[in-house]
């Protein structure tokens, strides 16, 4: 049972026009949400997080915006460069019981 | 600062050998955590330690695998008996402190192909 999804195996985007990466989640008791990015042959690194008490929180080109009402969050990438390219994973964590749990990840395309 | 450091990149056995990987977090940090992932998925946690004591390996399938922290410093992970569907990348991560939702700070990995 995944409890946080990533429905979008891989996504392309133009340089310079937005990215939009999106995830959903299952368990209501997730309250604090991250988004890690993954080039190849490295490991993962911590890209931007939200709180549930927040719906959006900012980073330069990196904007997280979180539904709670849809379990819904999403990771918008303004203007999107092709140093961007990469998998970014959605993860989330319950701060009382449970580990950090990851979608699939997304791979990003970002083409000059 | 030097990162999370693992060995080695890449690993090749027989299903039914044994393999260990050894890692090597950030230099203070109290946390390290071992992750699994298998092609398509999303790092699945195994097994996590503060210091060296173990908080959380209820994804660890203790049938066959094993993971030790000591000294509270570097870690090993092994596995025995292989099997194929063990073949992933077995990724090492550290924080500071441990708290849920802080900023874990991943090695490059170690790549295993069970035959």
């Known amino acids: 049972d995944q409890q946080v999804k990533q429905n979008s195996p891989s996504l392309s985007v133009q340089e310079g026009r937005i990215s939009i990466l999106n995830c959903d989640y299952t368990n209501s008791m997730f309250d604090y949400f991250l988004w890690y990015k993954k080039y190849p042959a490295e490991g993962p690194t911590f890209l931007i997080s939200i709180s549930s008490i927040k719906d959006k929180n900012e980073d330069g080109r990196f904007t997280v915006f979180l539904n709670k009402s849809a379990k819904h969050l999403s990771l918008h990438i303004v203007p999107s460069q092709p140093g961007d390219s990469a998998v970014y994973f959605c993860?989330?964590?319950?701060?009382?019981?449970?580990?950090?749990?990851f979608g699939k990840g997304t791979r990003l395309s970002v083409i000059a | 600062e030097a990162g999370v450091a693992q060995s080695p990149r890449y690993k090749i056995i027989e299903k039914r050998q044994s393999v260990a990987f050894w890692c090597n977090p950030i230099?203070?940090?109290?946390?390290l955590y071992w992750y699994q992932q298998i092609l398509g998925q999303g790092p699945k946690l195994l097994i996590q330690?503060?210091?060296?004591?173990?908080?959380?390996d209820s994804q660890l399938p203790k049938d066959r695998f094993s993971a030790e922290r000591l000294k509270g410093v570097d870690s090993t992970l092994k596995i025995q008996p292989a099997k194929l569907e063990d073949s992933a990348v077995y990724l090492c991560a550290s924080s500071p402190v441990g708290y849920p939702g802080e900023t874990q700070y991943f090695g490059p990995g170690t790549r295993l192909l069970v035959l």
């Open positions: 230099s203070g940090h109290a946390t």
């Open positions: 330690f503060q210091n060296n004591g173990v908080v959380d």
């Open positions: 993860a989330a964590t319950n701060p009382r019981n449970t580990p950090l749990v």
